[in-house]
């Protein structure tokens, strides 16, 4: 079980668990799926929960393979 570290909206530091992410992409900008951040990228859990970071896609992506 591996922890990566990311950005939440508000600027505090929260840590992921590699081995609970079911998917990322970017963020909803609009609509009734929006959140907090424009831009930046929503990561779902097997849990059905999901958490917005700041980090870009690429930047989730390659953290999280690093992990691997």
Do not use: C
Not at 3 to 29: H, K, M, Q
């Amino acid at each position: 079980m591996a922890f990566v570290s990311f950005t939440r909206p508000d600027d505090t530091p929260v840590s992921i668990n590699t081995g609970e992410v079911l998917s990322f992409a970017p963020v909803p900008a609009d609509g009734p799926l929006a959140g907090p951040l424009k831009v930046g990228t929503r990561i779902a859990f097997k849990n059905g929960k999901h958490q917005d970071v700041k980090e870009l896609v690429e930047a989730v992506e390659r953290r999280l393979n690093d992990a691997a």
